[in-house]
């Protein structure tokens, strides 16, 4: 009896290697029992918590968010992104993560976006949704008093894309969205399991083939590329068993930022690319902890 010879392993630069380190629901087979996980959770969050639904934060594309108000009035706010690489999932399959966050005396807002290559007949880049989320949080600003949050101790988190997206914000310059918003409208961030040189997935077949990246929408939309944002605070994690490249790209934002703008960056043992985002909600986790930690700080 002859045992079958093993596949042998991508050539390190092709194409096949970079969808080998950044095709996340190649890498973990059992990604559809963790969405469906989350879809239930959240459904049953949205039946049970008070919440406000789809309200609009713009008139364009997927430009609306669901607010979970907090338990006492003037409370911090964090501000959730989804990941699905930019192209899929909804803030809908995330409510999950907002009892968790009301139980640390939080008020939830969690956004929605325009997905890639087009959301209903109109074409979108990543840079594009960067600034529906710099839009989302300038309504945030304006409006969550009137939800019981305070406008000035928000708080971002997001997971994948989502952690993308939230070092975006944390970097952003709000003079530039509107000249009425604080210079600093939000100083600290966690990214989970995020990406922060977006060069590397113009190589990845897989993806390029909906997010269609330019250089100079890399250049636009990596903070790895960035100047160091003053003032601010990135905490970064990623799975212990997440791809090297992932494991990578969380080490780059601490390198380049520099510790003083990234003070906490760690892989967390044992957990895959979304099996990482269970720990956000289960107290007693290093991830539940960092969360509370960024809230109160």
Known sequence: MTSSPASPRPRAGSGDWFNSMYNNRALVPDFADHFA???????AARQALKCSLDVAYGPGLNETLDIFPARRAN???VVFIHGGYWRSLDKSDHS???????????????????LCPE??????????IGLQMAHALAWTYRHIAEHGGDPQRITLAGHSAGGHLAAMLLACDWKAVDKKLPTHLVRKALSISGLFDLAPLRKAPFIQASLHLTPKQVQMASPALWASPKQRVLYTVAGGDESAEFLRQNRLIHQTWGPRAVPVCEDLPGLNHFSVLGDLIQPGTRLNDLMRQLIAA
């Open 75 to 77: 409370a911090p706010v």
């Open 119 to 128: 959301t209903q007949g109109q074409k979108v880049t990543v840079p594009d």
């Open 96 to 114: 999950f993560v907002a009892p968790a966050l009301l139980a640390m005396d939080a008020c939830v807002v969690i956004v929605n976006y325009a």
């Open 37 to 43: 996980r989350w879809q239930s959770a959240s459904l």
